[in-house]
């Protein structure tokens, strides 16, 4: 999208946002955590929206936090955030959020700068900050409304939420279950992108809100159904249990209903690369990657992949054997699983090329640097695969990766 077509800014209200820079970068998680306190208070059907796991955890004020950092630091050219703004509408579309939710948004942002900052916050400040925000919010909602157009006219598209049976539900591993589903209507099932992901909504019993959750696309497209592989996420002494990974694991079953919102996400596989293909996961996050491989046994089946998955071990190790049958089977297809703690049984089946984690050196010495590189896992996993293909040198262009959650930063 093209930022012309935006409301423009004059340049006093231009320089009083970036003058506000060194607050928000003192002051920004504090701000959007107040925000959110208020905002629910005052709207707490927006509950049914927002994943409260992430409120308690603080991921997404934290996340919030950054975007609200990056739209003040580039509030005179917003070119340089179209690329975040373009991921956080493709999650936006999959809710169905809607144009009127964001003067919501903006008011309580607004308030919330206020009720923070005190007597800082001149009305100058808010004032720079209400018309700087109706200008990303516009950015936002015209982004949004192209892919709510697209999303309509695809065939089999839709819009908001439409009915799936659950087919099937099959144990990949002690953690992960995957689930079949197809549309109620018996409609055309529109394809997707591998990488891509669902949203869906949980209508749990005595819950008072909707929950919704994005989980990946877990095999190729144009099969006929929709899978994905859900993994059930334990609680701490900090924070509770997933509440809808666990209601799907232990409530929903085959031949139960689930609204799901279209296809959406902008990590997916480039089909029109000759490059080698890298492909590593980490625990849950071998699922886009799964969708990924399975598309190219499908789509290119002479490219050449190498496919690097690491996980605890083989008991939390969901489709291994897919894995494994796929670099028994497929010439081009190179498969390499590492455990961090082999059981007795990982090491008498012998299925793991490493034991203990993907450092740098092992990598180097198995792909080829001038390959694409996806991957997907646990932030610290993430963190050490990303720092790695840095240190390796490999092109920012030819590196790709996916949050599970409220975007994070690999480089801190």
Not at 94 to 119: C, F, H, R, T, W
Not at 276 to 304: F, H, N, W
Not at 306 to 318: K, M
Not at 343 to 366: F, P
């Amino acid at each position: 999208m093209s930022t012309e077509t935006l409301p423009k800014l004059d340049e006093q209200t231009i320089a009083t946002v970036k003058a506000t820079v060194p607050v928000l970068a003192e002051h920004g998680e504090q701000i959007t955590t107040r925000f959110y306190q208020m905002m629910f208070e005052a709207h707490p059907e927006l509950k049914n929206v927002f994943n409260m796991t992430h409120q308690k955890e603080g991921k997404q004020p934290r996340a919030l936090a950054n975007a609200v950092y990056a739209a003040a630091q580039y509030i005179d050219d917003l070119s340089a955030i179209m690329p975040a703004v373009e991921k956080i509408a493709h999650k936006h579309r999959s809710m169905n959020i809607v144009p009127e939710q964001y003067p919501i948004v903006g008011k309580y942002l607004l308030l919330a700068i206020k009720d923070v900052l005190g007597d800082a916050a001149t009305d100058d400040i808010i004032n720079a900050w209400e018309k700087a925000y109706g200008v990303i919010a516009e950015a936002f909602i015209q982004v949004e409304a192209n892919m709510y157009q697209e999303t309509a006219e695809e065939t089999g598209g839709w819009v908001g939420y439409r009915d799936f049976e659950v087919i099937d539900k099959v144990k990949e591993s002690d953690v992960i279950t995957s689930f079949y589903l197809k549309p109620v209507d018996e409609g055309v099932l529109p394809g997707y992108k591998p990488g891509q992901y669902l949203t869906i909504k949980a209508q749990m019993p005595n819950e008072e809100f909707d929950q919704l959750r994005q989980y990946s696309l877990s095999d190729a497209p144009g099969k006929g159904y929709y899978r994905i592989s859900v993994k059930r996420e334990e609680g701490t002494e900090q924070f509770p249990e997933g509440k809808v990974s666990n209601f799907l694991h232990k409530h929903v079953n085959e031949g139960d209903v689930i609204p799901v919102s279209a296809p959406a996400g902008d990590f997916f596989l480039d089909t029109a690369s000759k490059k080698p293909l890298v492909l590593i996961s980490g625990g849950v996050g071998l699922t886009p990657m799964m969708s990924m491989l399975q598309t190219i046994i499908k789509q290119q089946i002479d490219r050449e992949v190498h496919f690097i998955h690491a996980a605890r071990n083989g008991s939390v190790h969901a489709l291994k054997h897919d894995m494994k049958m796929a670099g028994e089977e497929y010439p081009n297809i190179k498969t390499y699983i590492v455990y961090d703690t082999p059981t007795e049984e990982d090491m008498k089946e012998k299925i793991h090329a490493k034991e203990g984690y993907v450092d740098l050196a092992w990598l180097q010495s198995i792909v080829p640097q001038d390959s694409d590189f996806y991957f997907c896992g646990p932030e610290g996993f993430m963190k050490a695969i990303y720092g790695a293909l840095k240190e390796w040198n490999v092109p920012m262009q030819q590196i790709n990766y996916e949050f599970f959650g409220p975007q994070g930063d690999l480089e801190k």
